[in-house]
């Protein structure tokens, strides 16, 4: 491609190929993007699954105002009482955030737009992938996996589409399906999703609501200091007893002074009791341990 006359955009360029008889594969071609009228643009209501954050809008409104780039939406055609609508499937915050900058003067000439081609599981598996930069909060995916279950999607279809594990989609479906009041304390910041699902899965089955239980480790938290319930609430409040690897180590040195005398007391063979003497540090060690464990039985009793 020599002598070429003075190009200075790509709608240039793409003229003088086509003009000039390159080959098609050589050539520039154009993508589904157009720019359309701030007005034809509509929101689904209930669609997206979360709601809008206005930080993160206006953080679009100024890169709008400022002429930045901005990715285009993707939107669905779409005749509402007769007039052509585009329907947003991924970019609620860039077009909440461009009316607020056109609200505010910035005289934008549109909305850059890709046409979604696709059905309502399309929709949301893009929805879901795409976040518009900002990571889905895990009761948010979980809504969306919710709905792609809905139009019969299996676990493993779900975890292979959005390349995640089998067992990251059934916990968050687990949450997603859980109880208004329980997801209300997930929203409200008061628990962390992770050991909401920790009590979910523990209870299940049992007929138990884990509303109280939640609510108990949330009290304790507070009583402890801290904003909100963590996975350590929930340890304690199932009674599971967890380790440090310290602890560990410091437990499996205590009793490796053991391994003879406790072999040599073996081999006499019978029913006859064993004696393990401890010096005070090892006996100290596995006394913590210990005390640890039944510290966590009894608060899952109470």
Same mark, same amino acid.
């Given at each position: 491609?020599?002598?070429?006359?003075?190009?200075?955009?790509?709608?240039?360029?793409?003229?003088?190929?086509?003009?000039?008889?390159?080959? $098609?594969?050589?050539?520039?071609?154009?993508?589904?993007?157009? #720019?359309?009228?701030?007005?034809?643009?509509?929101?689904?209501?209930?669609?997206?699954?979360?709601?809008?954050?206005?930080?993160?809008?206006?953080?679009?409104?100024?890169? +709008?105002?400022?002429? %930045? +780039?901005?990715?285009?939406?993707?939107?669905?055609?779409?005749?509402?009482?007769?007039?052509?609508?585009?329907?947003?499937?991924?970019?609620?915050?860039?077009?909440?955030?461009?009316? #607020?900058?056109?609200?505010?003067?910035?005289?934008?000439?549109?909305?850059?737009?890709?046409?979604?081609?696709?059905?309502?599981?399309?929709?949301?598996?893009?929805?879901?992938?795409?976040?518009?930069?900002?990571?889905?909060?895990? %009761? =948010?995916?979980? =809504?969306?996996?919710?709905? *792609?279950?809905?139009?019969?999607?299996?676990?493993?279809?779900?975890?292979?589409?959005?390349?995640?594990?089998?067992?990251?989609?059934? $916990?968050? *479906?687990?949450?997603?399906?859980?109880? =208004?009041?329980?997801?209300?304390?997930?929203?409200?910041?008061?628990?962390?999703?992770?050991?909401?699902?920790?009590?979910?899965?523990?209870?299940?089955?049992?007929?138990?609501?884990?509303?109280?239980? *939640?609510?108990?480790?949330?009290?304790?938290?507070?009583?402890?200091?801290?904003?909100?319930?963590?996975?350590?609430?929930?340890?304690?409040?199932?009674?599971?007893?967890?380790?440090?690897?310290?602890?560990?180590?410091?437990?499996?040195?205590?009793?490796?002074?053991?391994?003879?005398? %406790?072999?040599?007391?073996?081999?006499?063979?019978?029913?006859?009791?064993?004696? *393990?003497?401890?010096?005070?540090?090892?006996?100290?060690?596995?006394?913590?341990? %210990?005390?640890? +464990?039944?510290?966590?039985?009894?608060?899952?009793?109470?």
């Amino acid at each position: 491609m020599t002598d070429l006359p003075r190009i200075a955009s790509f709608r240039q360029l793409d003229e003088h190929l086509k003009k000039t008889g390159v080959p $098609r594969d050589e050539q520039m071609i154009r993508n589904n993007i157009y #720019i359309a009228p701030l007005d034809w643009f509509a929101i689904e209501e209930g669609f997206n699954l979360r709601p809008i954050d206005p930080d993160h809008a206006e953080g679009f409104a100024k890169s +709008y105002e400022q002429g %930045l +780039y901005v990715p285009p939406v993707v939107a669905e055609l779409k005749i509402i009482d007769g007039n052509p609508r585009l329907v947003i499937r991924e970019g609620h915050h860039r077009l909440t955030g461009a009316r #607020i900058a056109d609200g505010r003067g910035a005289n934008l000439p549109g909305l850059m737009v890709n046409e979604f081609k696709g059905n309502q599981s399309d929709a949301v598996v893009m929805m879901i992938k795409t976040s518009e930069g900002k990571e889905l909060l895990p %009761l =948010e995916r979980g =809504e969306g996996y919710k709905r *792609l279950a809905g139009q019969n999607w299996s676990p493993a279809q779900i975890a292979d589409r959005m390349n995640r594990s089998i067992t990251h989609v059934e $916990r968050l *479906l687990l949450l997603a399906n859980a109880e =208004e009041n329980v997801k209300q304390l997930v929203r409200e910041g008061a628990i962390k999703a992770s050991p909401v699902i920790d009590v979910l899965v523990e209870l299940r089955g049992t007929g138990q609501d884990p509303y109280p239980k *939640l609510l108990g480790m949330i009290e304790g938290a507070k009583a402890s200091g801290r904003t909100r319930a963590t996975g350590s609430d929930a340890n304690k409040a199932l009674g599971k007893f967890k380790v440090t690897p310290k602890e560990a180590m410091s437990a499996f040195s205590a009793l490796s002074g053991l391994t003879g005398s %406790l072999r040599d007391q073996l081999k006499s063979g019978g029913d006859a009791q064993h004696e *393990l003497r401890l010096d005070s540090k090892a006996a100290e060690s596995l006394l913590k341990i %210990l005390e640890k +464990y039944e510290a966590s039985q009894n608060t899952a009793e109470a």
